[in-house]
């Protein structure tokens, strides 16, 4: 049984402001970059619409409760990037604050300190934050769910209940996905309903007034995508059918995603990543073993949302992008702290060393900061996707005759948003028609290691007939726009 918390001082009050401000810096600098290929498509297809007509039709693309938000901002700020993208850095500040929260409910207010502190300093946190999409705001709502779910198991009132309802119907109305984490959630309630795990007396307030929460999320979910419910299932049956004729199969494969997960976390590392994951993995055991006693549920939900959302995801033959996963961060960051100081002390213990435990939970939390400091730096290396400077890169050297093909997989953003004369180009077959024509020719190509496997001729015309004239760099995953050039 977890012991009551001691109350919090202003010491920790201050701590946790510095923390916050050192949170909104981070997410602050470089947010005026150049949006990239998803926060266009989101901008142009429903942030700019009226608002009336942001609810007519579903997308995977569209974050709803997010994006009414970053229409509201970009009303008040302007059109600009970093006014699109300012709910993402509220919300992200907001997920720091939350992770102090939690693992304060898991451990203690220490532990709260550096957990918070590492998710603040987060690589994936600051980059979503910096995100015109509604990641950040669907963990803080998972977050927040999360420590709702974990108090109500131990004191089921009305209003913890009531509370974790609404905040389930803001994570789905965020994105569908946030149905993934409070299904697990409820998994793991049953769990415990069943087997007596992780819970005291079962009484008839436990059983009821959790199902008068789950009743409300519903009741709010439906009403909020009652308008577009035809879409959504519309929508979902094209996205299965799109992945299973999808060039890049590996999108769909478990084992992918848990590698990129890992080299977007750390860059490419080589051998040293498998050291790394070595030992994260048995720093995560330990804090499975650290956070059983005050919370033997912590676990059990996070590792209850892995595997709906591979079991869904795989199901339904979807893509297994990593940002799925991107609300455990937090609390896996959390056993990682958890199970550094656990480790410690087990090796003092062993040692018959008392003191040590110490001296080595201080060292391994120096090593996790300044290495957390070293890879945060890359958020602020380039843009995300520098699809404005290869526009204005191309539209500044092409000769008058000059015909620019876009080559990318989803639409012709570089007309829509740009102005652009430019002729979009998704397939083998347009690629090959495109070509035959004589003259010269610029073509802009995203997403590179996408379009080289769905339009192989490329890579063969790069060897003999195109030249690189300039490569924009980008922090997403295949982020890079190239440019090449027949004269």
Known sequence: MKLPSPAIGRNDLAILLFILLLAAVLRAVGLNTPLWYDEIWTVDTHVRLPWGEMMREYSMNHHYFFSMKAKLFSQILGEEAWAYRFPAVLFGVGTVATIWWLAKEVADTRIAHISALLVALSYHQVWFSQNARGYTELAFWSMLGLIL?????????????????????????????GAFFFVALGLVWLISLATGFGRDTLTREWVLRPLIGVAIALVLILLAYLPILPSILETMGEVSATSAVDKMQVYQNPIWTMVEGLRTAIGNAGSLSLIVAFVGLVTIAFGVMGTHSAQPLFFVAIAMHIVVTLGILMSLEMRIWPRFFFVDIGPVIVLVVVGCR?????????????QLGRVLFALGVLA?????????????????????????????????????????????????????????IGDADGY????????????????????????????????????????????????????????
């Open 368 to 424: 996790m900061i300044v290495m957390s400091l070293f890879l945060v730096q890359r958020n602020y290396d380039a843009p995300k996707q520098d699809l404005a400077g290869a526009f204005d890169f191309v539209e500044g050297m092409r000769g008058p005759s000059e015909r620019v093909y876009a080559i990318n997989p989803g639409g012709p953003v570089f007309e829509s948003h740009f102005g652009a004369d430019w002729i979009t």
């Open 432 to 487: 090959s028609e495109a070509m035959a024509q004589p003259g010269p020719v610029a073509l802009v190509v995203l997403f590179p290691n996408r379009m080289f496997r769905v339009i192989p001729r490329l890579g063969a015309d790069v060897e003999e007939q195109l030249e690189l004239v300039r490569t924009f760099a980008g922090t997403l995953g295949d982020g890079q726009v190239l440019v090449y050039r027949r004269k």
């Open 342 to 354: 656990y480790g410690a002390d087990l090796v003092a213990r062993l040692l018959r060393r008392p």
């Open 149 to 177: 779910f974990l108090r109500g198991v131990r004191h089921p009132t009305m209003g913890i209940w009531l509370a974790f309802g609404l905040t389930a119907a803001a994570a789905v109305f965020t994105h569908l996905t």
